[in-house]
Structure formats: structure tokens, C-alpha cells
């Protein structure tokens, strides 16, 4: 049996118990560069228990929707970022903990130019592209340890737009 689960706009508010949103949006904190750069400033929380931070480029495979969405997972020794580079909408999923396990999920559709960073011991899917490309900058921790732990789901959920 599953269950529908259906996605809505990704917005920062309805976002901030998981992470942040990061995108360009409002007035520019800072102009730089002789004027012709806007600075939209500190968007994001960096969180790592131990270890540095590193950046990687993730390439994955884009989905379709409606999803199946079957895996949540979580990284308890640090957030992680996930920049597209792709002007393509995607899908971001997290759901709260529920006493060590996922509660009950939220899907988002993140627009073209927005990011998220994921809070510390956050339960998400697996990153999922809408198209192709797959390609996404991610900036998480690095370092000695476990920091990922996986809850397959025995009752998936079907994620619709």
C-alpha cells in the first residue's frame, strides 16, 4: 500500500524547521564589485559536529513525479548543502524525527535558483532531480565517522505535484 504525498512550492518559512532556503531573493545585503554585484549575505547555517567542510559534485538521475519515495536518511554529524547547477526545478523532500525515526514527510518543489541546506540530523530523500542534468554542488561534512543513517519505508509514499 502507499501513501500521497503532495509537493508544494518550496518557501523559507514553511522550510525553516528542516534547513535553509538559499536563493537571491529580496534586496541584496551588500552591493560589491565596483556596483555591478549584489551580495545576498550569510544564507545559510553551517552546522558540523567534527570534521571540515567539503565540496562535492553530486550527479544524479533525474525522477519523475509522481515518485516513490521508499528511503529517508539523515547525517547526524553535519548539515549539507545542495546547490543545483542547473536552471531546472527539483524535489526536496524532509520529514521531522519522530523519537529516532521520520515523522510524517513534506515534499518541496524547489524553483530554478534556489538551494537548500539541511539542518543537522534532518531526514530528507535521496536527492532528486526533475531533468537532466543531475548535477548539484553539495557542501557537507568531512571527516572520520559514520554520518549517515538510512530508514527504508515499509509503507512508501507517492509524491505528486
Not at 123 to 148: E, S
Request: some cysteine; charged content about 15%; aromatic content about 8%.
Amino acid at each position: 500500500m502507499s501513501r500521497t504525498l503532495i509537493a508544494r512550492p518550496l518557501a523559507a518559512a514553511a522550510f525553516a524547521a528542516f534547513g535553509d532556503v538559499i536563493e537571491a531573493a529580496g534586496t541584496a545585503d551588500k552591493i560589491i564589485n565596483q556596483g555591478l554585484c549584489g551580495r545576498f549575505h550569510d544564507r545559510a547555517r553551517l552546522d558540523f559536529g567534527t570534521g571540515r567542510a567539503g565540496i562535492s559534485i553530486f550527479d544524479a538521475v533525474p525522477r519523475t513525479l509522481p515518485h516513490r519515495l521508499d528511503l529517508l536518511e539523515r547525517h547526524p554529524e553535519g548539515s549539507q548543502t545542495f546547490v543545483p547547477m542547473h536552471t531546472n526545478p527539483w524535489l526536496v523532500i524532509v520529514a521531522p524525527d519522530a523519537g529516532g525515526i521520520p515523522g510524517t514527510p513534506l515534499a518541496f518543489l524547489a524553483a530554478p535558483g534556489q538551494a537548500v541546506n539541511l539542518h543537522r540530523g534532518t531526514w530528507h530523500g535521496v536527492l532528486t532531480p526533475l531533468h537532466a542534468p543531475g548535477l548539484f554542488a553539495v557542501i557537507d561534512r568531512i571527516g572520520a565517522g559514520a554520518n549517515l543513517e538510512e530508514y527504508p519505508l515499509t509503507d512508501p509514499w507517492i509524491v505528486t505535484a
